[in-house]
């Protein structure tokens, strides 16, 4: 674990450091199929939770006859909680495993180590620009991502509960603040950053040949999720509800 948190470190501070003189290419590469590429399976997952959040949400609202407060209640909970946690799930496994095994392979195959014979350093070419993409990706995916699952349980309230979308905007207008939504940009964006570093590391520390592509790629998404986990908690006890 601190050999772990040592080669975090590590990338974190010469990922930084390199920044000002990144590749543009890289960075917007790593936009375009990080983001763009992820919109479609990040949209859908967003609307199937907005969808389920309003189911469940509905069961005690209706039992206690507050049909008029589940179009609020329900997208507090999307676009504070559930919401950026289902996108860094999601992400977690798509973007990281993908950043992660292309690193790796790029590791084993020596094209890092080239890159510094030819007087290029791998953090600006390679490592600050996944860094930051990853980041700047899923931040530009928390709108549509939002939108989505508001959608999905709007969807799901008239479907399922016969509740009309102007009741249920009405009630989510009136229940939701700016400061949900910030407090979701503010989660995906440290999720972005932490699912970015554990892959990045994973891929440059891969050893051993094509079992440890696997094996790198396997532990990188792991310890995403449980970055992730954490870092909701430790956000929601800082700032829940307070920016």
């Known amino acids: 674990m601190r050999a772990m948190l040592g080669q975090l470190t590590l990338v974190a501070t010469r990922g930084l450091m390199a920044t000002p003189r990144l590749w543009l290419a890289e960075l917007m590469r790593t936009l375009g199929r990080f983001g763009f590429g992820s919109l479609l399976i990040a949209v859908s997952v967003s609307a199937a939770t907005g969808a389920i959040i309003v189911l469940e949400t509905a069961t005690y609202t209706i039992a206690f006859g507050a049909r ?4 609020g209640m ?8 559930f919401g950026p946690l289902m996108v860094a799930m999601v992400m977690s496994g798509w973007v990281g495993a993908s950043n992660a095994a292309e690193l790796a392979n790029l590791t084993l195959s020596g094209q890092v180590s ?20 990853t980041v700047l990706a899923m931040v530009l995916l928390a709108l549509p991502t939002d939108l989505a699952s508001v959608g999905g349980g709007m969807f799901a309230a008239k479907v399922v509960l016969g509740i009309g979308p102007d009741q249920f905007l009405r009630s989510f207008e009136h229940w939701v603040k700016l400061r949900d939504v910030l407090e979701g940009f503010l989660k995906i964006g440290v999720f ?3 699912i970015g570093l554990i892959s990045t590391r994973a891929g440059l520390q891969t050893r051993g040949g094509a079992k440890a592509v696997g094996r790198g790629v396997a532990s990188s998404v792991v310890q995403s999720v449980m970055a992730v986990l954490v870092l909701d908690i430790t956000v929601t006890l800082l700032v829940g509800g307070r920016l």
Do not use: K
């Open 114 to 133: 080239s890159l510094r014979g030819l007087g290029a350093d791998p953090f600006e070419v390679l490592v600050a620009p996944r860094l930051w993409g």
């Open 68 to 71: 008029d407060i589940l179009g």
């Open 74 to 81: 329900a997208g507090i909970g999307i676009l504070r909680e």
């Open 192 to 194: 972005g950053a932490a």
